[in-house]
């Protein structure tokens, strides 16, 4: 008897810790004494660089956490610096805020994102971004250093833009003439001519791919790279003619890009090498044509 009631005691006694624990946590819960989310602004503003994909700016600032009940022990508000890079074409808008260590090229990160943007966020006010990659916190505007620029730092941004970086327009996909969708070619090595169609005011880059032939009752197995050398290029408004030497049996494939940031590629066009082969009738047929003398 006297060992079920000491067990009953111990039992309650930690009935008590539990709940009393778990009151205490809701009650700082409830009552929001955390430090919440990190805020930041900025001081300092300037444009690095410039390109007709990219522009570059720096920041300079502070970002902390502030308590107005002032109960929990928050990190104290420290001196940054900030990295935003806006890509023209795809529309991204990539920030890095971190901390330098001393004189050193290490730095302590604070926040890194990417963001899909309708227009520049740093040159105009109230830009609808989504995040695409990196943490965030609820109830913040990315990018950071954007979303607290002020009305100045803006127009100072905006006068320091350089006039020659026109904003270059994406150049469509390439099309591919030569070789024809499901060419056969049943020579060993083969001379694959290659034409293509694109954009006049860039070059072209090639692709290749390949695979063997399958055999019966087998996976058709998965096309792979081959780094091969087209010859003899040609460009003639906009109409680029070459020609690859393969003298590997397969299926083969290849698509073409205009040597532009992010440019598109163009569709796969799919062909064959072989090498002849002749039934055993019709070879006997040639071997017994005599030549003429």
């Not at 390109?51 to 502070?62: N, Q, R």
């Not at 808008?93 to 302590?108: D, G, L, R, Y």
Request: one cysteine or more; charged letters at 15%; aromatic letters at 10%.
């Amino acid at each position: 008897m006297m060992r079920n009631l000491w067990l009953n005691t111990v039992m309650a006694i930690l009935v008590c810790l539990v709940l009393g624990a778990t009151g205490f946590a809701a009650t700082l819960d409830t009552q929001g004494e955390g430090c919440g989310n990190m805020s930041c602004s900025v001081k300092s503003v300037a444009l690095k660089s410039a390109t007709p994909e990219k522009i570059v700016y720096d920041f300079e600032g502070s970002c902390g956490y502030w308590n107005a009940s002032s109960v929990a022990a928050c990190p104290p508000t420290v001196q940054v610096k900030a990295t935003g890079e806006w890509f023209k074409n795809s529309k991204v808008a990539h920030e890095k805020i971190f901390k330098p260590i001393a004189n050193t090229s290490s730095v302590i990160l604070y926040s890194e994102t990417s963001s899909n943007c309708t227009e520049n966020p740093w040159l105009k006010a109230g830009v609808a971004c989504n995040v695409v990659s990196g943490n965030t916190e609820p109830g913040v505007s990315y990018p950071r250093s954007a979303a607290v620029l002020s009305s100045a730092q803006r127009q100072y941004l905006a006068s320091t833009q350089p006039p020659s970086s026109p904003l270059l327009p994406t150049p469509q996909a390439p099309v591919i003439v030569l070789p024809t969708v499901n060419q056969k070619f049943v020579v060993v090595p083969a001379n694959v001519k290659i034409q293509v169609k694109h954009d006049p005011n860039y070059g072209v880059n090639f692709e290749f791919q390949w695979k063997p032939f399958s055999k019966p009752n087998t996976p058709s197995g998965f096309f792979v790279t081959k780094k091969l050398t087209p010859t003899d290029l040609k460009t003639t408004y906009g109409v680029t003619s070459a020609a690859v030497k393969i003298d590997t049996k397969g299926f083969w494939r290849i698509r073409s890009q205009s040597v532009f940031p992010g440019a598109p590629w163009s569709a796969w066009t799919v062909f064959t090498v072989d090498a002849l082969t002749l039934s055993p009738a019709f070879k006997k047929q040639i071997d017994s044509v005599k030549p003429l003398n």
